[in-house]
């Protein structure tokens, strides 16, 4: 599953159209409509990447949007898997590192 977060730009007169024919692509959903400004707020859900380039490029080909944005995505179907500190802390412990304390450092002198 991916998930887009689309800002689309309309022209006011228009924004009401607009928002009907980007309702009617698949996997789209008008989040919010600022009608005044002729902004609106996508989510966009698609099977795979391909799909939701395809979606964003008809998103984009939509009679009456002047601009859409990608403004943030999520790809997969499970949380992100936690970080494993073990590795984290074995390349920092492998780095050399300089144990002088320095003027921004507010860690007491050891």
Do not use: K, W, Y
Not at 18 to 44: E, F, K, S, W, Y
Not at 54 to 71: K, N, W, Y
């Amino acid at each position: 599953m991916n998930l887009s977060g689309i800002a689309v730009i309309a022209t006011p007169q228009n924004v009401e159209a607009v928002a009907a024919r980007l309702t009617a692509l698949p996997g789209v959903q008008v989040a919010q409509i600022d009608r005044d400004g002729g902004r609106l707020v996508l989510v966009q859900e698609a099977g795979s990447v391909g799909a939701e380039v395809e979606g964003f490029r008809a998103i984009q080909r939509t009679p009456g949007v002047v601009s859409a944005d990608l403004v943030c995505h999520f790809f997969g179907d499970q949380a992100a898997p936690e970080p494993d500190l073990s590795l984290v802390l074995a390349r920092l412990n492998a780095e050399p590192h300089d144990d002088r304390m320095h003027s921004s450092d507010t860690r007491p002198a050891a």
